[in-house]
């Protein structure tokens, strides 16, 4: 049974480019969640999508947009990045939106 | 606003001993409440929950603890291994979004 998967696990961009970060959900799962963790921090929750919808968003700009496709994958992506961009970028999938989530191991990006 | 909070960053224990690990909330919608713990490399892994309608939710070693009046949870690990060394992340929810604290790290000296 394959959990979440995230790819890339490591990546470095500079100031002012562009950033996808992919995800795909554990097996059954329909909702994915995307994450920012800041080093020393939390994670901060970014959207969640469902039915490739978003349902809800958290505190982030525009420069943050997502999508889902039909299989339930998701993507992330990040415009005129900044350097505090630079976090560890979590996907969790979970059924519906009640219940616990199941995390990747993240994408951590580095912007320079 | 962080409206989950862990204010110990970090924890030591003796193996053997009881582990606890402290959340405190502000936000009296949450209805769910979850441990994550993570190693490092790795995303968080879900480790026990409880709703609003219980105080007190048990699974082997692990046990959390839900004063609502008090809008404050804990975690205990009775007893402590050196494999649970990690960071525990609370998270609350009351719906869709769920909100984290900054995690406390957790060494359980052998």
């Known amino acids: 049974d394959a959990g979440v998967t995230q790819s890339p696990t490591h990546l470095i961009k500079t100031r002012g480019q562009q950033v996808t970060l992919r995800c795909s959900p554990k097996?059954?799962?329909?909702?994915v969640s995307w994450y920012q963790q800041a080093l020393g921090q939390g994670p901060q929750f970014i959207f969640q999508y469902y039915e490739e919808e978003e349902r809800q968003r958290g505190n982030f700009p525009d420069r943050f947009s997502g999508h889902q496709f039909p299989n339930y994958s998701s993507e992330l992506n990040v415009n005129a990045l900044l350097l505090g961009d630079s976090a560890l970028y979590l996907c969790a999938s979970s059924l519906g939106n009640t219940g616990e989530l199941f995390f990747g191991e993240g994408s951590r990006l580095t912007v320079l | 606003d962080q409206q989950v909070k862990q204010n110990s960053p970090s924890l030591s224990v003796q193996e053997g001993r009881i582990s606890i690990l402290n959340c405190d909330y502000t936000n009296s919608m949450f209805d769910y409440f979850l441990w994550y713990k993570k190693y490092p490399a790795e995303g968080p892994t879900f480790l026990i929950s409880i709703s609003s309608i219980k105080d007190k939710n048990e699974d082997g070693r692990f046990t959390v603890f839900l004063n609502k009046s008090a809008k404050h949870l804990s975690l205990h690990i009775v007893p402590s291994q050196p494999g649970d060394s990690a960071v525990y992340f609370c998270a609350a929810s009351s719906g869709n979004q769920f909100y984290f604290g900054t995690g406390t790290s957790l060494t359980v000296i052998p």
């Open positions: 097996s059954g799962h329909d909702t």
